[in-house]
């Protein structure tokens, strides 16, 4: 694909002046670049002078679904958006589609999400700091990760049916309500991971050849986190207090005792930090949550008739006949505000946020998802400039880009 | 006249040697785009392992390896890449398309993803999932290595067979119906506007 | 959420912003012409210094609707966790916007991607070309007279066979 590189080297002349700089086209087919990422590097040496990204190699469409699948079907699509946490998706969907209802969920619903937001919290650190370490040559403490990720998977199993990609939430509700399997799962979870995850950091965080491939490397300083709208663990890597968590407070999150974990010197050695901590943190809210988790129904009553009602209502009441007639029959469907919102939660990778613009049915007339790692990777040629070739996989890594959130 | 052949010799067809030679270290070009490419990845880690069956490598590099996994959803802009890289690989080659989005489009009936790579490539075996779990894409391994213990040669004549040429589509596109506005919950169809 | 002070204040600097509000969010429509003094004030005297997105609506089958492209701008502000959203609407056939790149750095990825998929021109934008689709695709394509499915683009491509 032909690129302009004039744009990003501030004088023409200058730049055929410095013919002795070469091109790298690290290329969408690569085993470092988390899926299809293109980087034109123009390099002196081993020194990068420019990084020119390419995206959208993966770009499929997303937005222009949304026009076309309803609010309970496009959930489906949004976990293949962030797919190494996609609860915290469908979290977000239909977090921002229940503001434009207008629904406040049950408190047993609101602990579920904030259980399962958490837990993929921890499933998406624990993925992107492994794939620092591997790229960086840690293999153990990748496959330590996957490990965990892998009870993970089953504890989303056992919940959902699916390892990921469970699209779990629905309007008003979720899919299905917690068993007792689950629970025990995610105790013993809860119980295990402590230790494992102080190995890992036994096996990196005091380790010399990490530290010295990740300290001052893709230094990002406070003011450029703001100004370049970087949100999530990169921006309070560089001492950008913001966290939706505590800021917005949003689901169950109000009723939590945890800490925003924070670092100030904004390289990629922070960011590791931070997700470290992160982990902790989320650890904390799920064992909190799970013995403090209120029963009740999971989906909201049948008065809102926007969630499907369980079968027992459906053949012995009234308004569960025509609640689910309701629903179910073409052509009908809830009503939506004919109005704009904006809906906002804290993803692992940054603020995840869905502006909904409704127009009556139950179709989006526009979904908008604004994508932590499209602005993330914006940050990129900034942090890279100057570092070496091999500080190019730490720092990419450490921006925890996920293509298909990067091009929707 | 009967051979007297010692006990430690064994015949064989050549071909079937060979066969079993290339089956049993398939090393797999990882073509992971998306979401199937963490299952992907999840296969070769250390719960399902994927070495146990001969990949023991996931060369990312063309030239060394002789299945190419294509994993995730394929857009316009990815595949004259995806088709370079097919091309850049040696021959005897296979190409597993792992998921739905690489076999048919998958959820994605959009401007800009290919409804199926096969329209493309030539494609060996399928995987349906969304994404497959990796108990599938271990099995669908499993079925490749006997397809090629059954159909291979040394020389590679089967590719030059006339089923092997052709390409056969697993998506066949229906016209699309045009709905009227605000009906919605009908299964099949997408709304064109 | 949002201080009572700032609407007072940027009432008082741009009379004709109209505001209203739906479920905490609070908007503001700014005229096209007044748009980068509007965000360039939200910023430099009301403190929102992330800008959180910017998008665009094609309301062509909008019901109620009287301009097709309406331009969102979501900021926030880091210290007191306000935030406001700022719309401004655009017609054809004079379809730009002043850029906001020279007041926040991350606006110029945000405004690729609109020009991308609208075709919503931003003057004084360093680097105005296509983000996310190839260079060579003409169309915009979430604009609402662009089908869902394309105009025969995602394959047009060339077979390859085995003998290849």
């Given amino acids: 694909m032909p690129l302009a590189a004039a744009n990003t080297v501030e004088d023409l002349a200058q730049a055929e002046a410095r013919d002795y700089l070469w091109t790298l086209n690290f290329g969408p087919q690569h085993p470092a670049t988390h899926t299809t990422l293109r980087l034109v590097l123009m390099l002196d040496g081993e020194r990068v002078v420019d990084a020119i990204p390419d995206i959208g190699y993966l770009h499929s469409g997303f937005e222009k679904l949304g026009e076309h699948l309803n609010y309970n079907q496009y959930v489906t699509v949004t976990d293949r958006m962030n797919y190494i946490s996609p609860l915290s998706n469908n979290i977000a969907w239909h977090g921002a589609v229940e503001k434009l209802l207008g629904l406040e969920l049950t408190p047993r619903c609101k602990y579920l999400r904030t259980i399962l937001a958490e837990l993929s919290r921890i499933s998406d650190h624990l993925l992107c700091n492994g794939a620092v370490g591997l790229d960086t040559g840690a293999f153990t403490y990748f496959l330590y990760a996957f490990y965990q990720r892998e009870l993970l998977y089953d504890i989303f199993e056992a919940l959902c049916g699916a390892r990921f990609t469970n699209s779990y939430t629905r309007v008003g509700g979720a899919m299905y309500d917690i068993t007792p399997l689950v629970i025990e799962k995610i105790r013993a979870f809860v119980r295990g991971f402590p230790k494992t995850l102080l190995d890992m950091e036994r096996l990196l965080d005091r380790n010399r050849i990490f530290v010295d491939r990740t300290k001052d490397v893709g230094v990002l300083t406070k003011a450029e986190a703001i100004r370049r709208s970087a949100t999530g663990p990169i921006a309070r890597a560089s001492g950008v207090t913001r966290d939706l968590r505590k800021d917005e407070p949003y689901l169950a999150y109000g009723d939590f005792d945890f800490q925003v974990c924070c670092a100030t010197a904004g390289d990629c050695f922070a960011r590791y930090l931070v997700r470290m901590a992160e982990m902790r943190e989320s650890l904390k809210i799920v064992a909190q949550a799970i013995e403090n988790l209120p029963t009740g129904p999971v989906n909201v009553g049948i008065d809102e008739r926007t969630t499907l009602p369980n079968k027992q209502q459906v053949y012995s009441t009234i308004e569960g006949t025509i609640s689910h007639f309701e629903l179910m029959m073409a052509n009908r469907g809830f009503t939506v505000p004919h109005e704009e919102v904006y809906g906002a939660t804290e993803s692992p990778n940054g603020e995840l946020g869905f502006y909904l613009v409704g127009d009556g049915t139950d179709v989006a007339y526009r979904a908008r998802c604004r994508p932590p790692s499209y602005i993330h990777f914006a940050l990129f040629p900034h942090l890279i400039r100057g570092h070496t070739l091999s500080d190019v996989v730490a720092v990419l890594g450490s921006l925890n880009i996920i293509a298909a959130e990067l091009d929707r | 006249m009967a051979l007297d052949v010692p006990e430690n010799v064994v015949v064989s067809q050549l071909d079937a040697l060979a066969s079993w030679c290339r089956k049993n270290s398939l090393w797999p070009m990882p073509f992971a785009t998306a979401c199937c490419g963490i299952e992907l990845m999840a296969t070769g880690a250390s719960r399902h392992d994927l070495a146990r069956f001969g990949a023991e490598v996931m060369r990312f590099s063309p030239r060394q390896c002789d299945l190419m996994i294509v994993a995730g959803r394929v857009v316009m802009k990815m595949l004259p890449v995806l088709q370079r890289i097919w091309q850049q690989m040696h021959e005897p080659k296979w190409c597993i398309s792992m998921g739905a989005c690489a076999s048919t489009g998958g959820v994605f009936d959009t401007y800009c993803v290919v409804q199926g790579i096969d329209r493309f490539l030539p494609v060996d075996m399928y995987v349906p999932g969304c994404p497959p779990r990796p108990e599938q894409l271990i099995q669908s391994i499993i079925d490749l290595q006997d397809q090629i213990q059954r159909e291979g040669t040394i020389g590679g004549r089967e590719f030059a067979t006339r089923s092997r040429q052709q390409p056969k589509r697993a998506l066949v596109e229906l016209p699309v119906i045009s709905l009227p506005r605000g009906v919605s919950h009908l299964p099949q169809g997408v709304r064109v506007e | ?164």
């Fill in chain 3, 1 to 164: 959420m949002i201080d009572p002070q700032t609407i007072a204040a940027a009432t008082a600097a741009f009379p004709s912003l109209s505001w209203s509000e739906f479920r905490t969010d609070t908007r503001a429509v700014a005229p096209r012409d007044e748009l980068y003094a509007v965000l360039e004030f939200l910023r430099d005297r009301r403190g929102f210094d992330l800008l959180v997105d910017i998008t665009c609506v094609d309301y062509a089958n909008y019901r109620g609707a009287e301009d097709r492209f309406g331009l969102v701008y979501l900021l926030a502000n880091t210290r007191t966790n306000e935030r406001i959203t700022v719309r401004a609407f655009v017609n054809e056939p004079d379809v730009c916007v002043p850029s906001v790149v020279p007041l926040w750095e991350g606006a110029n990825w945000l405004e690729r991607e609109v020009w991308d998929m609208f075709g919503v021109r931003f003057e004084g934008h360093p680097d105005l070309r296509r983000i996310l689709l190839p260079d060579e695709f003409t169309a915009h394509p979430l604009r609402k007279d662009y089908p869902l499915q394309g105009r025969g683009e995602r394959h047009n491509f060339p077979v390859l066979h085995r003998a290849d």
